[in-house]
């Protein structure tokens, strides 16, 4: 039997101590082991990668109401987005070109609402078709000023409407964004807008990464889009907000007489 020195005796001794010190009635807990990084959470991250996507696509389809927020690069050109959606549609901005937009889909109408410059850039020139074709700049102007601030209703076979109609439309976008690409693996514990979340990746980074609510419903809370397209946060799940068609006196019906920019 190896002889236990009293200098090592007297330290594990006092180690012991520490461990079980009362100070005011409150225990110290230092000398517990390694805190459980799931502890307290909603136990998704103690799932498989493949497993915490399916969760968290149940997740985002089990609420009516999301916003999502971010950038998203698609055809070489890049739309940022502030969107709400619910399955009637949504509501929100666009930003593509240094140009801003409101975007509002209600069931299966599509308005634009912005300002004269918007117009006026449009394909050259807004007031080319909404002028009958006179072309002045002065016409130009007066035509762009007309759907200046108006929610002009995009006609279904309108381009802009194929274009931008994923855009407002829940299904369609959570679809199409919540999905990794290559092979899944999870990249640890992180930390998104003070929410505790589990990351999943695709082929290591490469196919898109996704951060996953540990508290409450897995809901998604960021994406990183594979091959730098994008990257979108998604917030206020289930938070309701109005959606309606707008006001007569608001709203322009060019039947296909606006731009198609």
């Given amino acids: 039997m190896t002889p236990i020195s009293p200098g090592r005796s007297r330290t594990a001794t006092l180690a012991s101590a520490v461990c079980v010190l009362f100070v005011t009635g409150m225990a110290l807990t230092g000398c517990s082991e390694e805190e ?13 990668a493949a497993e915490i996507q399916s969760r968290t ?9 999301v916003r999502l927020h971010g950038n998203v690069v698609t055809s070489g050109r ?6 709400r959606l619910k399955p009637e549609g949504g509501i929100g901005s666009v930003t593509a070109g240094g140009q801003t937009f409101r975007l509002l889909k ?31 700049g002065a016409s130009d102007a007066a035509a762009a000023g007309k759907l200046a601030e108006k929610y002009v209703k995009v006609p279904e076979g309108d381009p802009s409407y194929k274009k931008f109609i994923g855009f407002a439309d829940k299904d369609v976008l ?18 998104q807008g003070g929410v505790r979340t589990i990351r999943i990746t695709g082929d290591e980074g490469s196919g898109g990464t996704l951060d ?29 907000f109005a959606l309606e068609q707008p006001a007569g006196d608001e709203t322009l019906d060019y039947e296909g007489q606006h731009p198609t920019s």
């Fill in 36 to 48: 459980d990084p799931n502890e307290g959470t909603n136990g998704v991250g103690k799932l498989t």
């Fill in 57 to 65: 696509r149940t997740a985002a389809k089990s609420v009516d109401t």
């Fill in 78 to 83: 890049t739309y940022t987005l502030d969107m």
């Fill in 106 to 136: 209600v069931d299966d109408e599509l308005f634009l609402k912005a300002d004269a410059k918007f117009w006026g850039q449009a394909d050259g020139g807004a007031g080319k078709e909404g002028a009958k074709g006179e072309g002045d």
């Fill in 174 to 191: 959570l679809n199409g964004l919540l999905t990794l690409h290559g092979t899944l693996a999870t990249d640890g514990h992180h930390e």
């Fill in 212 to 240: 996953v609510s540990l508290e409450g419903k897995p809901y998604p809370l960021r994406l990183v889009r594979a091959g730098k397209a994008g990257t979108l946060t998604f917030s206020a799940w289930g938070a309701d």
